[in-house]
T-cell receptor, first 114, second 110 residues
Framework: AAGVIQSPRHLIKEKRETATLKCYPIPRHDTVYWYQQGPGQDPQFLISFYEKMQSDKGSIPDRFSAQQFSDYHSELNMSSLELGDSALYFC?????????????FGPGTRLTVL | QKEVEQDPGPLSVPEGAIVSLNCTYSNSAFQYFMWYRQYSRKGPELLMYTYSSGNKEDGRFTAQVDKSSKYISLFIRDSQPSDSATYLCAMKDTGNQFYFGTGTSLTVIP
């Protein structure tokens, strides 16, 4: 079965640079979530999109922005990167329109800011 | 106080033991409850999904939800070394946001 795809899997950036993370949800899933997970921590919810519209906002810094495109893929844009942004970034998808509340995670993008 | 509380462990058991993992929550509006398994440096993998109260069994795994006590459990029977991972509970109401526990680190010793 198709799973959530994230790219790139690893990314190394320097302070003050920008980064773009991409997420391709499971086919026919209408909702995408972004999470940040630091070492030994639970995933921290950043933002979600339902049918290409932002639906919920969590602890996403103002330096970050995200959007969902017409093909349902999503991109997380991160600017003015800081050392503390180093983390695993997960995308997850679900199919809320049909009352399907299970959320499936991608493999994550490991971002290292030097 | 976090919406979802989970004992971080670590929990260490011998192979074949029964493992009990638990979460408590404060929001009575939560209706959907999930357990995820996360191996090191991997994405969380959905193990069990339960709607409202009751039990659900899938192989060696049993999920229990007690909404009256705001308490959920995951039981693993005949635990195997391959079960060694971090287990995260997650839950949601009718909205779009999922709330996670901090995860319990489990090691099954051969």
């Amino acid at each position: 079965a198709a799973g959530v795809i994230q790219s790139p899997r690893h990314l190394i950036k320097e302070k003050r640079e920008t980064a773009t993370l991409k997420c391709y949800p499971i086919p026919r899933h209408d909702t995408v979530y972004w999470y940040q997970q630091g070492p030994g921590q639970d995933p921290q919810f950043l933002i979600s999109f339902y049918e290409k519209m932002q639906s919920d906002k969590g602890s996403i810094p103002d330096r970050f922005s995200a959007q969902q495109f017409s093909d349902y893929h999503s991109e997380l844009n991160m600017s003015s990167l800081e050392l503390g942004d180093s983390a695993l970034y997960f995308c997850a998808s679900s199919r809320l329109a049909s009352g399907y509340n299970e959320q499936f995670f991608g493999p994550g993008t490991r971002l290292t800011v030097l | 106080q976090k919406e979802v509380e989970q004992d971080p462990g670590p929990l260490s058991v011998p192979e074949g033991a029964i493992v009990s993992l638990n979460c408590t929550y404060s929001n009575s509006a939560f209706q959907y409850f999930m357990w995820y398994r996360q191996y090191s440096r991997k994405g969380p993998e959905l193990l069990m999904y339960t709607y409202s109260s009751g039990n659900k069994e899938d192989g060696r795994f049993t999920a229990q939800v007690d909404k009256s006590s705001k308490y959920i459990s995951l039981f693993i029977r005949d635990s195997q070394p391959s079960d060694s991972a971090t287990y995260l509970c997650a839950m949601k109401d009718t909205g779009n946001q999922f709330y996670f526990g901090t995860g319990t680190s489990l090691t099954v010793i051969p």
